[in-house]
């Protein structure tokens, strides 16, 4: 077993103030490991602490959220049966996003979308070494879209205009992560947020994912400083935002109270109708929750 290389997760969060309405998802979190049943792929840029699905159960538990999207992290590899076993394992309660490359099969991607996949994610960051080949990320688009799959698209810093003009013509839709990796410095004017924002009122194939609150900050927690853009983003496509905690945080500069983070969403949503569409009604559509 390798050493982690990347900050422990918060153990104890804090129970939330907000109480989520019912069927609220997290639609942006992760499982790792633990290591000896699902191992970290040999070149995996980091190695988390194990945070298996008792720990993920446990945590969704005590924040008052009932369903949740696991994203497949880079850590893992092509192998996403860390993300299939735990859908198996919840009732219904559970989807995922994959980690595909171009030599998956149309029967792969079937089985990987029978078994609750029903996205896959492409990470453009350079500091992990993870710039896919745009030849094979096509590739792959074309595969999946029989299968009415959407991309998610992680992106570096103040990148979105440079994308924007290939997502546009993708023919499946796609999830911006993170707010685009905005900075709060930079404020809801800044060139790369508005980028985003006439991207998502241009383009109704476009997603964006109000997480990752700790990592726009400037400031530090509570994170207050990045909650303007999640506002705006609430404001101008209710339709088409999700929320996730990123629990358990890989790469983060500060690790967050999950509980703290729950505890922001009536902040930048404050009408019930706001809350239930980013948490319940939005991720349902788009995951195909019964």
Partial sequence: MRAPTILPYCADPKVPKFKAPPLSCDAHTHIFGPGDKYPYAADASYIPHDAGLDKFDWLHARIGIER??????????????????????????????????????????????????????????????????????????????????????????????????????????????????????????????????????????????????????????PFHDALPFGRKLVETIPDRVLWGTDWPHPNVPVMPDDGELVDLIPLFAPDPVQQKKLLVDNPARLYRFK
């Fill in 68 to 221: 949740a999207v696991i994203v497949n992290a880079s850590c893992h590899g092509l192998d996403n049966s860390v993300v299939t076993d735990a859908i198996a394992a919840s009732n219904g309660r559970y989807k995922g996003v994959g980690n595909v490359d171009d030599s998956f099969t149309e029967k792969q991607i079937d089985e990987l979308d029978k078994g609750g996949i029903h996205g896959c994610r492409f990470t453009f960051l350079k500091r992990l070494g993870r710039t896919p080949d745009m030849s094979a990320f096509h590739r792959v688009v074309d595969k999946i879209k029989a299968f009415k799959w959407h991309v998610v698209i992680y992106l570096d810093p103040e990148t979105v205009a440079d994308f924007a003009p290939m997502l546009e013509k993708l023919p499946v839709d796609y999830i911006i992560d993170h707010m685009g990796t905005v900075k709060a410095d930079k404020g809801v004017d800044g060139a790369n947020f508005q980028a985003l924002l006439a991207l998502a009122v241009r383009d109704q194939k476009c997603w964006v994912k109000t997480c990752g609150f700790e990592r726009a900050s400037v400031a530090g927690a």
